[in-house]
């Protein structure tokens, strides 16, 4: 496949022009925090995980799946010690942090309230029902010290939400808006689980590959609920090839080069364009990412370091959030200009 992301077309009015930038906005972010949540539901499942797998004497390390949300200073300003049950209330169900479980979902109903009109009937009862499941289970002590479940059922709330959105939205521009922001979420998340791997690593670097590693490898890969095709595709864990499957398979729906593929697809289809041209910073800037992907090869990947490449993958990610913001929701667009 050629990649021609240095080239600029003739300019065209947006698919926006449609669709009010407030409803796009808001589809674009009710898809961004439902798998924002998922996927903090992935972060405290593989770390719970990644402890159960480990020796008895081995003491719990919780401070890694805060280090990788980058929210230090915020949680030891209101936690203290990184403890199990700490960590747990801080990402699952703290309301004054707004990247909680929790909060994400009230952000994304607020904005699913807002729109009523343009999503289905069954995209809000499946989305108020997820809500109001999490804010039950904040009650429930049991889950600070056992967590799998609660992880369990976000998952398949979060899933049912995107499969309902699916079967029930007309796949139009809205829709395109949805799997947009579900897709960059995801791959920043991807890489954020990958990077919790590399922090567990870092107080025992003696232990690659050794069976302790084999068993996180293995956690990494069902937390993103890839072990068996993983396994059908690649057979033998090595992090070489765990690491080439989760950031360079375009096959693989939570793989990184598969994310930002389908975020491409949808950012062309909003905006009309041709994929191998670009008329907006944000087509410009994924295009690039996505052109730097798919000539990337595992082994420069970890030959550059893993925890770089990942905190620059995520920076680059965030480029290309900006560069949506200004191009579709920061003005109203003029309908029929």
């Not at 796009?24 to 998922?38: G, L, P």
């Not at 039950?136 to 979060?158: R, T, Y």
């Amino acid at each position: 496949m050629t990649y021609r992301a240095n080239r600029l077309a003739e300019p065209r009015t947006f698919g926006t022009s449609r669709m009010l930038s407030r409803v796009a906005d808001s589809i674009y972010w009710i898809s961004r925090y439902v798998e924002r949540a998922e996927n903090l539901a992935r972060f405290i499942d593989v770390t719970f995980n990644f402890i159960l797998d480990s020796p008895p004497n081995v003491r719990e390390q919780w401070q890694p799946l805060i280090s990788t949300t980058a929210d230090d200073a915020r949680f030891f300003e209101r936690y203290g010690r990184p403890t199990r049950e700490n960590v747990i209330r801080f990402l699952a169900f703290d309301r004054d942090y707004s990247n909680s479980i929790l909060s994400c979902l009230s952000i994304a109903r607020e904005n699913a309230r807002s729109i009523r009109e343009a999503i289905s009937t069954e995209m809000w009862e499946q989305l108020n029902n997820f809500y109001h499941s999490v804010t039950a289970a904040a009650g429930n002590a049991d889950i600070l010290d056992s967590p799998q479940d609660f992880c369990q059922d976000v998952k398949w709330a979060s899933q049912q939400f995107k499969g309902i959105t699916d079967a029930t939205m007309s796949h139009g521009e809205g829709w395109h808006f949805a799997r947009l922001g579900r897709m960059l979420e995801r791959a920043d998340k991807t890489s954020r689980i990958l990077d919790v791997k590399y922090y567990m690593l870092l107080p025992k670097i003696q232990d690659v590959g050794t069976p302790t590693d084999d068993l996180q490898w293995s956690a990494v890969l069902r937390s993103v609920s890839g072990f068996e095709m993983f396994r059908k595709r690649h057979g033998t864990i090595t992090p070489e090839r765990v690491v080439g499957f989760l950031i360079l398979d375009r096959l693989f729906p939570r793989a990184i080069m598969h994310c930002v593929d389908s975020a491409n697809e949808s950012l062309h289809a909003i905006a009309g364009s041709p994929e191998d041209t670009y008329w907006n910073p944000a087509e410009k800037r994924l295009g690039q990412l996505r052109s730097d992907l798919a000539y990337s090869h595992v082994s420069e990947i970890l030959g550059q370091g893993l925890h770089e490449f990942l905190d620059s993958l995520q920076t680059r990610l965030n480029g290309v959030g900006d560069a949506i913001f200004q191009t579709f929701f920061a003005v109203e667009p003029n309908v029929g200009s």
